[in-house]
Structure formats: C-alpha cells, structure tokens
Nanobody
C-alpha cells in the first residue's frame, strides 16, 4: 500500500524558516510529479510548488523567491524549504504525488495527511 508521509511542520516566527519533507513508501513502480499544496482556514487548497520526474519546478507567485522545492528520487522524497515565512503562509501543507504503484498499469494520485505550519509572533 502506497503512503505519503509529511513531516517538518510547526510554529515559527515571521521571517523564520521551516523545511518540510514528504516520503512516499510502499510498492512504487514510478513517480511522476511530487507537489506541495496548502489549505488555510476558509480557503481552497492551492498549489504551492511542484516538481516533475524530469526535474522541472513550478511555484505559486506568492512563494517565488522564498520557497524551494527539491526531490531525492532515490529516497522517493520531496522537500519544501520555506524561508522568510509570513503569517499568510499559515496553513496545512499537503504532499501530492501522481505515481504508478508496483503491479499496477495505471497512475494514481496520492495525498499525505497534512502537516500544520503556523507563522506567528
């Protein structure tokens, strides 16, 4: 059974940094994208940053220059380095991946359980 497990959230002061990790485990044949989304209270879930299997990256305008997504294909893990954090970055951050499980001919979307990031003084 494939699982995505996030870690690294917490409480940080404005201007601070956090690093999120998301590890995909289980029987996995191939991973396409690995992305980070976030959802703040009362708002829709939004894409924060994404990375493809080829190494291309994309960022929401609101985090460009502050967040960096990276990926370790050997570990099936994606990271999100968040610097210069602002109160408006407060949200639950979710990992998403489109991958092909072992023994399956199809690609599926998987989500992690989410990790809370709170930026407050």
């Amino acid at each position: 059974q494939v699982q995505l497990v996030e870690s690294g959230g917490g409480l940080v002061q404005p201007g601070g940094s956090l690093r999120l990790s998301c590890a995909a485990s289980g029987s996995i044949f191939r991973i396409n994208n690995m992305d980070w989304y976030r959802q703040a209270p009362g708002k829709q879930r939004e894409l924060v940053a994404g990375t493809t299997s080829g190494g291309s990256t994309t960022y929401a305008d609101s985090v460009k220059g502050r967040f960096t997504i990276s990926r370790d294909n050997a570990k099936n893990t994606v990271y999100l380095q968040m610097n210069s954090l602002k109160p408006e970055d407060t949200a639950v951050y979710y990992c998403n991946s489109n991958l092909r499980p072992g023994g399956s001919a199809w690609y599926h979307d998987y989500w992690g359980q989410g990790t809370q990031v709170t930026v407050s003084s």
